[in-house]
């Protein structure tokens, strides 16, 4: 780790990208690396992908957004965060490709270590995880800002907690992080229950449209782009959807699908006793044991569940 923050330190300017529809581990790690190199005098950008999904809006007032022809100046380093490959990049891996050190912090456990520099460590329940970590073995300080991004990449990846992957670790580092000057109570409220109108009744109909097989070990559902349409919703706003199969007393492994004009985007979540991300290569996707996500091209929902449906049944039966 302190090589790590060694290289970084060692470039002037530095551009900060993550994955593509970034979420708040994404979000909230790449400003706070940010925050800490531009304390340490250097020229530090965070650029995303799109404008963040409406329950995250409150972390970036003014977010740098790519947009396709603009004009972007050269950076000495390009830092890869929370980016399980650089396809999730997306549009932006030129960006990537072009500077002369590039750095890879990660914690998905796919992560083929793309970069100059590698920090992955697929037991870390989050990106900010392993930034804090790095900080604060190497007497980084931060500031209250930056303790805050981490603290909200912290808790969204780990589910408040609540994940398999949040380790005495995290929560000691969680703990850490309170000592800063922050509402945790608002920040948590925030992240976990404050809701739209429009998502709450999508859910309400997500939850009427659940798709189940194999004893109802897998939950399913799918939503079109008409269905977006229908309830005046954004699909980048509703990613967690998944998380209301995932929810049913018998459910194993759940997975969402969701239609866009290029593809439908696909979650996957275990229960426990199945590990999703080996599911999710086979159509090259990857992430962790208890959540993953991949992507199909050129198909209908139909004939992307059925898909899905196949290879589940080569785990579940």
């Not at 790449?30 to 999904?53: I, N, T």
């Not at 000495?76 to 929370?82: G, K, N, R, S």
């Not at 959540?291 to 589940?312: D, M, N, P, Q």
């Amino acid at each position: 780790m302190r090589n790590m923050m060694e290289y970084l330190l060692s470039a002037e300017s530095i551009l900060i990208l993550a994955h593509e529809a970034e979420d708040a581990d994404a979000i909230g790690s790449g400003l706070a690396l940010m925050e800490v190199l531009r304390a340490a005098g250097k020229r530090a950008d965070f650029l995303l992908s799109d404008e963040p999904e409406r329950h995250l809006k409150f972390m970036v007032q003014e977010p740098w957004v790519y947009a396709d022809g603009m004009e972007i100046p050269e950076y000495e380093l390009c830092a890869a965060i929370d980016c399980g490959d650089l396809e999730r990049i997306g549009k932006r891996r030129f960006l990537f490709e072009r500077a002369k050190k590039t750095v890879n912090i990660d914690h998905h456990y796919t992560n083929p270590e793309y970069g100059m520099m590698n920090l992955v460590d697929g037991s870390a329940c989050a990106a900010g995880e392993i930034l804090c970590e790095m900080f604060q073995k190497t007497n980084t300080p931060l500031t209250d800002e930056a303790a805050k991004n981490l603290y909200i990449a912290i808790m969204s990846d780990s589910g408040g907690l609540r994940y398999e992957s949040a380790s005495p670790k995290t929560l000691r580092l969680t703990a850490d992080l309170m000592e800063y000057g922050f509402d945790h109570a608002q920040l948590c409220r925030k992240l976990f229950d404050s809701q739209d109108y429009r998502v709450l009744e999508l859910q309400a109909h997500v939850a009427q449209n659940i798709h189940r097989y194999f004893e109802n070990r897998l939950a399913v559902v799918a939503l079109s782009e008409e269905i977006f349409d229908d309830f005046g919703v954004s699909e980048k706003d509703t990613g967690d959807l998944v998380n209301l199969p995932r929810s049913l007393t018998e459910t194993e492994i759940a997975v969402s699908l969701r239609e866009t004009p290029e593809k439908i985007k696909i979650s996957f979540r275990s229960n426990g006793r199945y590990n999703v991300a080996e599911i999710a290569e086979k159509i090259g996707g990857g992430g962790h044991k208890m959540a993953a996500g991949a992507r199909i091209e050129g198909k209908s929902l139909e004939e992307a569940e059925k898909i899905i449906f196949t290879l589940c049944k080569d785990v579940l039966k």
